[in-house]
């Protein structure tokens, strides 16, 4: 199975989950007269907009090179997190609006039971963070890695809906608005979320460079290669799931124009196999001095 593959079975995954804890925590939320939830469940639907999203922006960047993209349309990924991390800062501040509205409004004390929903939540929320961002580091996937992190952001928006609802519970009247606290903290927690998944996407689009290990590992599989002296520039950039390389090969300076040719195309074709997330490799040769 390809990165693209694995990548888009994870979204679909997600999307199956994210909408039935929106339906779950909606309906715990509206009869067990917590905001918290409610709050929850409004981040929890607006994931399955992102997820699709995602899915979206993953086949698009999974299409071939062509005409006018001989670099493939890897560059979709990135732009389709930047859209993700809008839907996460518009849920956000739709969670902070409507808990300062509930703080200031008299309301009853949540139900006993909403406690015993969220505990599975939690669980499974957790469980889906640390299956999709697995798979995101296998794959390279900057928008899988953001939808991970939207598992890993309504978890812990559980979590502090979880204690809202326990403190409003456990000192009961008087402390009804401890459950829209919590939710007002998880919006925050949201925006911050927001904010670490789009600095690494906004990275690759401006081609920064964070590829130190690869790099190495590039220089490392290049002196195993017949006729490569050493490196020297090693220039790495980020489209999708692919890393374009273009990376200077040293090589005796007595040798042919043609045998040169020849280990640039050897050092080309064992980079592309013993790393498989390349995808451009472009190698210039120089010569010792």
């Known amino acids: ?50 997820s699709f999203l995602v899915l979206f922006g993953l086949k698009y960047a999974s299409r071939p090179a062509d005409k006018n993209h001989p670099y493939g349309h890897g560059r979709a990924e990135p732009l389709i997190t930047f859209l993700v991390v809008g839907f996460l800062i518009t849920s956000a501040t739709i969670i902070a609006y409507e808990s300062i509205k509930n703080i200031g409004t008299p309301h009853e004390l949540p139900k006993i039971w909403t406690l015993f929903v969220l505990i599975p939540l939690i669980i499974w929320k957790e469980i889906s ?111 999708g799931m692919k890393y374009h390389v273009e990376l200077h090969a040293i090589v005796q300076a007595d040798i042919t124009v043609k045998f040169g040719h020849e280990i640039a195309h050897n050092l080309k074709d064992t980079l592309l196999n013993d790393i498989p997330q390349l995808g451009h490799v472009l190698i210039h040769i120089e010569p010792t001095e």
């Open 129 to 239: 963070f640390q299956l999709v961002i697995r798979k995101a580091k296998e794959t390279n996937s900057s928008s899988l890695k953001a939808d991970a992190w939207h598992h890993r952001s309504d978890a812990i928006t559980s979590i502090a809906a979880l204690i809202g609802i326990s403190i409003a519970l456990y000192f009961g009247n008087g402390y009804e608005t401890a459950d829209d606290w919590a939710a007002l903290f998880a919006s925050g927690f949201i925006l911050y979320n927001s904010y670490k998944i789009f600095r690494p996407a906004l990275g690759e689009i401006m081609d920064e460079h964070l590829y130190d290990d690869l790099v190495a590992d590039i220089r490392k599989v290049s002196l195993s290669c017949a006729g490569v002296v050493a490196t020297e520039k090693c220039f790495v950039r980020k489209a």
């Open 1 to 50: 199975m390809t990165n693209e593959q694995t990548a888009i079975r994870t979204t679909y995954f997600s999307i199956v989950g994210n909408a039935s804890l929106a339906i779950i925590k909606g309906f715990a939320g509206f009869f067990g007269n917590s905001y918290a939830l409610i709050a929850d469940a409004i981040e929890s639907t607006a994931d399955i907009f992102s």
